[in-house]
């Protein structure tokens, strides 16, 4: 049993490849830091260590090309990252990597490797996209609209199978905060709170095999359902006092 985790040098990623590879899987972990991934798995024997750029996008095909004969039962696509501030003054050109990094190497990688799960009709792909892939947000509105793009792709996907009666898996993992770096990259300055990165990830494993098609923390679940039924013009507002309290330079 194989899997393939993206964004694998901390975090999410990192927790979710140890879990994984606890349960027997040889697990093959993909981030742009080696070093970070060397000393995350230095313990791992079933571990096979790829650094590689996803956000260049004819890295996703040459990632795919160098595993696609190993059978892969299970791909995590978490690489992504965010970009904090208003939206006239951030980088456009972070902007655009992020993009690449968010939707098309996710994008791609689902194609392809879905592919070969549909042909063996089996396999399981997780996607991770976040709360903020339920509603808009000042201050990370980019990055909460990459995220609203992963888990609307994924559930249009998995109706598809479902149609096509497939055994193939295809979910969403949506969690709130989280302790990780993902906040210090995004330029984030406040002090941040949140869910274990472990306990987070482990949650999401176990959902993943349940077959659940978003899967959202316990703390978090009903919070889409609020959402839903509150006027956008307010959740806007709410985000972006969310937002500010977040960082200490607004």
Request: aromatic share 10%.
């Given at each position: 049993m194989k899997a393939l985790i993206t964004g694998a040098s901390d975090g999410i990623g990192k927790d979710m490849s140890i879990i994984l590879s606890n349960m027997g899987y040889d697990i093959i972990v993909v981030s742009r830091n080696k070093e970070k991934m060397e000393q995350a798995f230095k313990n791992i024997k079933n571990c096979t260590i790829i650094p590689m750029d996803l956000s260049i996008v004819k890295n996703c095909y040459n990632l795919y090309n160098n595993v696609k004969d190993k059978n892969i039962d299970i791909l995590i696509n978490n690489a992504g990252y965010g970009v904090f501030g208003e939206f006239l003054n951030t980088n456009l050109e972070d902007e655009l990597n992020m993009i690449d990094l968010n939707i098309k190497s996710l994008h791609i990688l689902t194609k392809l490797f879905l592919k070969d799960m549909v042909k063996k009709d089996s396999g399981y792909i997780l996607n991770v996209g976040s709360i903020g892939s339920f509603f808009a947000s000042p201050l990370l509105s980019s990055y909460y609209g990459t995220k609203a793009y992963v888990l609307n792709i994924s559930l249009a996907i998995k109706e598809e199978l479902k149609r096509q009666k497939s055994n193939v898996y295809i979910g969403t993992f949506c969690p709130a905060t989280i302790k990780t770096n993902?906040?210090?990259?995004?330029?984030?300055?406040?002090?941040?709170?949140?869910?274990?990165?472990?306990?987070?990830?482990?949650?999401?494993?176990?959902?993943?095999?349940?077959?659940?098609?978003?899967?959202?923390?316990?703390?978090?679940?009903?919070?889409?359902?609020?959402?839903?039924?509150?006027p956008r013009v307010i959740t806007t507002k709410l985000a972006y006092k969310m937002q500010v309290r977040k960082n200490s330079n607004y």
């Amino acid at each position: 049993m194989k899997a393939l985790i993206t964004g694998a040098s901390d975090g999410i990623g990192k927790d979710m490849s140890i879990i994984l590879s606890n349960m027997g899987y040889d697990i093959i972990v993909v981030s742009r830091n080696k070093e970070k991934m060397e000393q995350a798995f230095k313990n791992i024997k079933n571990c096979t260590i790829i650094p590689m750029d996803l956000s260049i996008v004819k890295n996703c095909y040459n990632l795919y090309n160098n595993v696609k004969d190993k059978n892969i039962d299970i791909l995590i696509n978490n690489a992504g990252y965010g970009v904090f501030g208003e939206f006239l003054n951030t980088n456009l050109e972070d902007e655009l990597n992020m993009i690449d990094l968010n939707i098309k190497s996710l994008h791609i990688l689902t194609k392809l490797f879905l592919k070969d799960m549909v042909k063996k009709d089996s396999g399981y792909i997780l996607n991770v996209g976040s709360i903020g892939s339920f509603f808009a947000s000042p201050l990370l509105s980019s990055y909460y609209g990459t995220k609203a793009y992963v888990l609307n792709i994924s559930l249009a996907i998995k109706e598809e199978l479902k149609r096509q009666k497939s055994n193939v898996y295809i979910g969403t993992f949506c969690p709130a905060t989280i302790k990780t770096n993902f906040h210090k990259k995004a330029g984030v300055k406040g002090n941040i709170k949140g869910l274990d990165s472990y306990t987070a990830s482990k949650y999401a494993i176990d959902k993943m095999f349940k077959r659940k098609s978003i899967i959202i923390p316990s703390y978090a679940k009903f919070l889409p359902f609020f959402i839903a039924i509150i006027p956008r013009v307010i959740t806007t507002k709410l985000a972006y006092k969310m937002q500010v309290r977040k960082n200490s330079n607004y």
